[in-house]
């Protein structure tokens, strides 16, 4: 299926609306790219996604405005090498999942936040972001606003659990954890 024009308000050549219009192109070819302000205001989650890029028929795409008063923006790019890198501007990074995203960005502003992911982790679902959060608060005092979206961010670059923690219910049982629980006899 083809990528339609997606993005209200953003200006497009004419054979770029057309090429969108008629469906010319997949999201294979035509990606969005993650624009934020660049200033003091952004917060960190948006300034995470910045210069991210996106299949643009990725319904988990960040489509703006993620919060309010967001003033993030997307625009077209389009894979190097293909038909659409002569209707776009060419991407000069690759898509990849949010958390990669999130976790890259967390490593370089609050290093210890797999600490915060794990203790996350061990919270019920409903008290995660809470837990991440007073976690975060006690290791990095001073992140003052930021602290919350942080957290999130932590939750959400977490490692997923099937590579955490054995599941009772029908689960299998990751090999090494299996082998503690035989040694335990
Ligand atoms: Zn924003």
């Known amino acids: 299926m083809g990528v339609r024009a ?12 057309a090429a969108l219009g008629e469906g010319a192109f997949d999201g294979d070819q035509v990606w ?10 952004v917060r960190p989650a948006h300034a995470a996604l910045h210069g991210t890029v996106w299949s643009a028929d ?11 008063g967001c003033r993030c923006q997307l625009r ?3 894979k190097p090498n293909t038909l659409a890198a002569h209707v776009f501007p060419v991407a000069e990074v690759v898509p990849v ?9 967390l490593d370089k502003h609050v290093p210890q936040w797999p600490k915060v992911a794990a203790a996350a982790a061990q919270a019920q679902p409903a008290e995660r972001l809470s837990v991440a959060y007073l976690t975060l608060k006690r290791l990095y005092p001073n992140l003052g606003a930021d602290t919350r979206d ?7 670059a977490a490692p997923k659990p099937a590579t955490v923690a054995p599941v009772a219910a029908g689960g ?11 040694g335990r006899g």
Do not use: K, W
């Open 32 to 41: 969005v790219e993650f624009l934020t302000q660049e200033d003091a205001h």
């Open 76 to 78: 077209y790019v389009a």
């Open 172 to 182: 299998s049982v990751p090999a090494a954890v299996a082998g503690a629980e035989a």
């Open 97 to 105: 999942p949010r958390a990669d995203v999130f976790a890259a960005y």
């Open 150 to 156: 942080l957290a999130r961010m932590a939750v959400e």
């Open 58 to 68: 990725d319904p988990n795409a960040p489509a703006p405005p993620l919060d309010y």
């Open 6 to 17: 997606l993005i209200d308000g953003l200006e497009l050549r004419p054979d770029q609306s």
